[in-house]
C-alpha cells in the first residue's frame, strides 16, 4: 500500500506550521528581553553594579530582536497563510520600543515606566497569537 501523493495544500500547510513557530520561536524571545527589562531596571535601582548597563544592551537587543519579528511576522503572513495583524502587532511593539529607548535614555521616567507596562502586555499579547486556534487568527 503506497501513501498518497502530497498536494500542493499540504505542502503549503506545512511551510505555514514552520513558520508559525518561527514566529512563536522570535516572539517568545522577544517577550522574555522585555519581561527582563523591569528586573535590570530594579537591579540597578538597588545600585548592583552593572545593571543599567545591562539594562541599556537589553533595550538595544530587544528592538533588534523586535525587527526579526517583523520578518517572521512577513513570512508567517505570505508564505505562511498565517494573519496580518502579527505583522501590525510586532511594527507597533517595535515603534513603541524606538521610543521607549529614547525616553529612557533622555531621563523622561514619567512616560518610560508606563510605556514599559504597554510593551509588556503587547510582548505577552504577540508571543501568544501563534498559539491561538486557527479558526480565531483567520477571523
Keep these: 500500500m503506497t501513501a498518497p501523493a502530497e498536494t ?25 528581553l522585555v519581561f527582563a527589562q523591569p528586573i535590570l531596571a530594579g537591579m540597578s535601582l538597588e545600585g548592583r553594579d552593572g545593571a543599567l548597563d545591562l539594562h541599556y ?18 513570512l508567517w503572513w505570505k508564505p505562511g497563510g ?15 520600543e524606538v521610543v521607549q529607548f529614547l525616553i529612557g535614555s533622555a531621563g523622561g521616567f514619567t512616560l518610560h515606566l508606563p510605556l514599559g507596562i504597554v510593551l509588556l ?6 508571543a501568544y497569537l501563534p498559539f491561538r486556534q486557527r479558526d480565531e487568527i483567520a477571523a
Design 57 to 74: 544592551a537589553n533595550g538595544m537587543a530587544i528592538m533588534t530582536v523586535a525587527a526579526v519579528q517583523i520578518v517572521a511576522a512577513l
Design 8 to 32: 500542493e495544500t499540504d505542502r503549503r500547510q506545512r511551510g505555514g506550521t514552520a513558520l508559525r513557530g518561527v514566529f512563536a520561536a522570535v516572539a517568545i524571545v522577544h517577550a522574555v
Design 121 to 126: 502586555l503587547g510582548a505577552a499579547a504577540a
Design 82 to 96: 498565517g494573519p496580518a495583524r502579527a505583522i501590525g502587532v510586532s511594527a507597533v511593539l517595535l515603534v513603541l
